[in-house]
């Protein structure tokens, strides 16, 4: 074995992944994981986060449940007394959980912008709050927060969206300076473009996906097992020294 593989190992810890009944969160909490990490997946489709669950324990891996709808003012103290109830503290926190309605600039609502505020911006803040202090009290936490192409340039029908991705990239420096000090650092992964249910609406033109390969360095869009190594990097002891970043897995999008 390796002799550095302690600083990418996750046994003994505990991992809370939002968004984890799909998709990227699902793919990042996997790889946690299969690092041997202890998992406990959020999301509010209740039947879909039990078939995550029962999926990852086949692969012999350990994992919980903590329904929630995370638009609520109140789902972090709902997922806190979930916690409570399974007897674990987080020592990695994954912001992962999102939506993207697509709709053209004059025709979003209060109600849908207010809705991708609630999940990119406020859920993960609250989150924090709720959970860093245990994480700073045994002087180690990772928060990975999931931002996007979009927190750094712009693409059609999806203003609010961005927007939320956009206050990704600050809320992730905003909680390295609070928290960091203390142990807990906080870092975004900004994925390019995978094939997840938030994406199909752009992986079901083959042309469109084609024209989006082309913009990358690598020249294919993503698959899921291409974000493990960033996630399992952010969240063990190997990026203990980083902090406030944002991380493109994107096959050079933004380079090109």
Known sequence: MSRLAHLFSLDGRV???????????????????????????CARREAELGEAAGALRAEGIAAETAPADLARPDAATLVAARLGEL???????VNAAGVN???????VTAEAFDLHMALHLRAPFLLVQALAPAMA??????????????SFRAFPDSAPYGAGKGGVVQLTRAVAEAWSPRGVTCNAIAPGFFPTPLTAPVFADAGRAARLAAQTCIGRNGALEDLHGAAVFLASDA???????VLAVDGGFLAK
């Open 15 to 41: 991992a809370l992944v939002t968004g984890a009944n799909s998709g990227i969160g699902l793919a990042i909490a996997r790889a946690l994981g299969l690092a041997g990490a202890r998992l406990v997946l």
């Open 87 to 93: 007897g674990v503290s987080p020592d990695i926190l």
């Open 101 to 107: 309605l697509r709709q053209p600039f004059a025709e």
């Open 137 to 150: 009290a045994r002087g180690r936490g990772r928060v990975i927060n999931i931002g996007s192409l979009q």
């Open 239 to 245: 990026s203990a020294y980083v902090t406030g970043q």
